[in-house]
C-alpha cells in the first residue's frame, strides 16, 4: 500500500441483493479498506430504492461504480472481482 493515496469518492450502484450486486459491494468494501484505508468514501445507491438516481447518471449496465475524486470520472462495470483490473480503472498505480 502506498503513503501518498489520495481521497478517493466513489458510487456504487447496484440492483438490490441480487448476487453480483452482493459481491460488487463486498469487494469493493475490501478493496477500499485495503488499498485507501480512511482515504475513502464509497456510497452505495441501491437503484430499486433510489431509481432518480440512476437515470441521473444514465447507467447503461449494473453494478456500476462511478469514481468522481480524484479526476477523471471513472466508470467500471461488474462485480469488482478483479482487484487489479478495479485499480487500474481507479487510476492506482501498485
Do not use: H, W
Not at 42 to 66: H, R, S, V
Amino acid at each position: 500500500m502506498k503513503d501518498d493515496v489520495p481521497y478517493y469518492e466513489m458510487q456504487l450502484f447496484i440492483t438490490g441483493a441480487t448476487p453480483n450486486s452482493v459481491r460488487a459491494v463486498a469487494n469493493m468494501k475490501k478493496i477500499c479498506e485495503t488499498y485507501f484505508p480512511g482515504n475513502y468514501k464509497l456510497e452505495i445507491i441501491d437503484i430499486y430504492q433510489q431509481p432518480f438516481l440512476a437515470k441521473d447518471e444514465q447507467l447503461i449496465a449494473l453494478p456500476m461504480l462511478i469514481k468522481s475524486s480524484p479526476l477523471p470520472l471513472k466508470r467500471l462495470i461488474g462485480d469488482m472481482s478483479d482487484t487489479n483490473k478495479v485499480l487500474k480503472g481507479l487510476d492506482y498505480d501498485l
